[in-house]
């Protein structure tokens, strides 16, 4: 196994997770009060389109953090790069993994039982009352996991990598809403 490669698969999860996140959100959320009338003229598409960015960004986050020993996620790169790492460095970067890891946690639970399992017995909103987490802790998250990657890619600054900047993605998203509108 090679650590470019896991580290390109990373990247490019951390990427998904955080751009279909920022899609979503701004779909459900920063788009309904101004665009409502549009959303439902088209509502076969953005329940469409709302639906598999939520997914997406379930299944791209849960895919940095799986511990299958076969996959490439964080965990595997870390295990990769150990030996060729500054120990004090490695160990700074496996507390701040570790650290991450306990916030997602909640997240990943909600991935078993609403994406890739559907719960028997709990709704989604019993769910996230259970795991205790609101959508701003979610974005926070989402934003620090993209942070944590860039670090370990070693990239100058915010974007280097691919993953889009805070809010770039909802920008873009209510930007392609207004030209709709304005297009008729």
């Known amino acids: 196994m090679k650590p470019s490669k896991v580290l390109q698969d990373i990247v490019t999860s ?19 009060p101004k665009y409502i009338k549009l959303i439902n003229n088209h509502s076969d598409f953005f329940r469409a389109s709302q639906d598999a960015h939520y997914t997406a960004f379930f299944i791209y986050l849960a895919h940095l953090f799986d511990k299958r020993s076969d996959s490439s996620s964080m965990s595997k790169y870390l295990e990769l790069i150990k030996d060729k790492t500054d120990s004090e460095r490695f160990q700074e970067l496996e507390t701040s993994y570790c650290a991450l890891f306990d916030r997602v946690n909640p997240l990943l639970k909600v991935r078993h039982k609403c994406i890739a399992h559907v719960d028997v017995k709990l709704s989604e909103n019993d769910i996230f009352e259970e795991v205790n987490l609101t959508w701003n802790e979610v974005r926070r998250i989402i934003s620090d996991v993209a942070n944590f990657v860039e670090l370990l890619s070693g990239a100058p600054h915010q974007g280097a990598t691919g993953i889009p900047r805070d809010g770039r993605l909802s920008e873009a998203t209510m930007h392609l809403l207004e030209t709709l509108v304005k297009n008729g």
């Open 14 to 32: 951390a990427t998904g997770a955080k751009c279909h996140y920022d899609v979503w959100w701004a779909l459900v959320s920063e788009a309904k």
